[in-house]
């Protein structure tokens, strides 16, 4: 019986008295206390500095779209008012009523739909095909020319504009759709774009394809294609915005009333009519709001195909 007890009184002086005691063991049906992250006080300020500087870069980029907006609805007087009022003192709609009045709204409008979507389209065409040949296919010379497609990207584009210009009217092509359309089916920016974006599809593919019997134009218009699309919304947006802003060129080669688009229209009207600034400011929000309207379906695309394309 004694070395029982002797064990007994061997575990009994182990054996912590109290959870004081124990000190490390907390209290049966309590949480031991949570310790606040090393460093949430700085990580809050560092969000809260990040998300300050955002809101005051949205703010700094949104209020001039706000203001012009408010403005279009203001009667001239308002507008050349000093110091400005941001908010109308009375609404009116009188500026876009005499826009379309004046103005042959609708047949400039057409007109610059027709141009922006036939170059969009043949930008997403032919730019996809030269990009394809770039990037998949082996010719000779293939390294020159691209050399040659990224110099013409730094070139400005007034010093092309006569030699386009004079080809454009040896073709007898002047005041028409077509030679307002056909130098910018292809741009070197799309090239680049879709180049850039077919290189990183899986050879593979291509290649199981062609072992498969597939041609060069099936492979492209059933692989290719389908899986550029964050690169085509991405050159089809910035196509449509250079198109339906474009000044310089529909002014050299449109020379008749029925075939200006809405930059040259809204440039001539002002000088015909001596400065309104509110039909101006009215005829801008009516050339910026298919653009903004464009983006906000196409933004998630937009994102996309510009980060897969390294253009960060």
């Known amino acids: 019986m004694r070395p029982v007890r002797d064990r007994q009184d061997r575990q009994a002086s182990v054996r912590p008295s109290s959870g004081r005691e ?20 700085a990580l809050v300020k560092r969000r809260f500095s990040t998300y300050a500087l955002l809101s005051a870069g949205l703010v700094l980029v949104v209020l001039p779209f706000v203001w012009t907006l408010l403005t279009s ?7 050349r008012r000093t110091p400005p009022d941001l908010l109308p003192v009375r609404w009116t709609l009188a500026n876009y009523g005499e826009l379309l009045e004046k103005m042959n709204i609708t047949q400039v409008f057409v007109n610059s739909a027709v141009v922006a979507l036939a170059t ?7 730019c996809s095909m ?15 020319l691209f050399a040659l497609v990224l110099t013409q990207m730094a070139l400005p584009a007034i010093v092309v504009m006569i030699p386009q210009f004079v080809l454009i ?7 028409t759709f077509l030679g307002i ?31 498969d019997g597939a041609r060069e134009f099936r492979i492209f218009f059933r692989i290719v294609m389908p899986l550029c699309r964050p690169a085509l919304a991405t050159l089809g947006l910035i196509t449509f ?4 802003n474009n000044f310089l060129w529909p002014a050299v080669v ?9 930059p040259v229209a809204l440039a001539i009207f002002n000088g015909y009519q001596g400065t309104q600034y509110g039909l101006l400011i009215a005829g801008a929000v009516v050339v910026v709001l298919p653009v903004l309207i464009l983006f906000v379906f196409l933004q998630r695309f937009f994102t996309q195909g510009i980060a897969s394309t390294g253009l960060k």
């Open 181 to 211: 359309i056909l130098p910018g089916l292809v741009t070197p920016l799309g090239i680049f774009l879709m180049r850039q974006f077919i290189a990183d599809i899986p050879d593979e593919l291509i290649h199981a394809a062609r072992v």
């Open 130 to 144: 030269v990009g394809y040949a770039f990037a998949k296919l082996a010719f000779r010379g293939k390294n020159v």
């Open 254 to 262: 449109a020379q008749s009333e029925d075939m200006y688009t809405l």
């Open 241 to 244: 915005l250079g198109s339906w």
């Open 73 to 79: 609805f203001k009667p001239e007087t308002e507008i």
């Open 120 to 126: 969009v389209a043949g930008n997403l065409l032919f």
């Open 169 to 175: 009217a040896k073709l007898g092509l002047v005041n």
């Open 22 to 41: 124990a000190g490390t063991r907390p209290a049966r049906g309590r949480k031991a206390p949570a310790r606040p992250a090393p460093g949430g006080k």
